[in-house]
C-alpha cells in the first residue's frame, strides 16, 4: 500500500492543489482544473482523470462552505470527461451500453422537468439532470476502458484511494469535528 501512495504522490499533491486553490479562490478552480485535466489527457492520465472525478464528487457533497466550489467544478469536471470521450471515441470502443437501462428514469426526469419549467429553480433542475445523463454515459465507459487497460491493477488503485478518503474523514472528525461532520442546527 506505501507504494501506492508512493507511485501516486503527484496525483495526491494536485488533488491538494485543487483542494486548496478551491478553499482560498473557488472561483479560479473554474480554469485551474480543466486545464490540468487537459494535460493530464494529453499524458493519457485516464485513471487519475477518473480519480479526479471521484474526488471533486465527494467534495461536492459536503456541507462545509469552504467547499462550496465543488458543486460547480462538478458539472465543468463531467462536461470535460463528456468531451474527452467524444474526441477519442476509438480508445473506448467497445462502448459500454449501461446507460441504455437508464432511459426510462432518464425520460421520467425531464418529462418531470417540463412540468417545472416555470418554477424558479428550473435551471438547476435542467443542470442535474443533464449532468447525470451525461455521468450515467460517460462513467461507465471510463471504468470499462481502464479495467481492459489496467486490468485488477485498476480496481485495487481505486480501493486504495476510496480506503484514503474514508481515512482521512475519520482523521478529521477527530482533529476538527466541524469539518468532517457538519451540523445542522
Known sequence: ?????????QLFLLLTIWLIVGIVA?????????????LMKRQGMF?????????????????????????GVKNVYISTLAIFMFFDLKSFYPFNNLYKIYIPFFLFAIITMLT?????????????????IISFMIIPNFVTKL????????????VYFLFTTLITGFILKVIAPGVASKLNK
Open 116 to 132: 417545472s419549467i416555470s418554477d424558479p429553480f428550473i435551471a438547476v433542475c435542467i443542470q442535474k439532470t443533464i449532468s447525470f
Open 47 to 71: 485513471e487519475e482523470l477518473f480519480i479526479g472525478y471521484l474526488f471533486i464528487l465527494i467534495l461536492s457533497d459536503s456541507l462545509e462552505n469552504h467547499l462550496i466550489f465543488a458543486k
Open 1 to 9: 500500500m506505501l507504494d501506492y501512495y508512493k507511485d501516486n504522490s
Open 147 to 158: 479495467y481492459r487497460e489496467k486490468g485488477e491493477q485498476f480496481f485495487k488503485r481505486l
Open 26 to 38: 473557488g472561483p479560479i478552480t473554474y480554469a485551474l482544473i480543466p486545464m490540468t485535466m487537459f
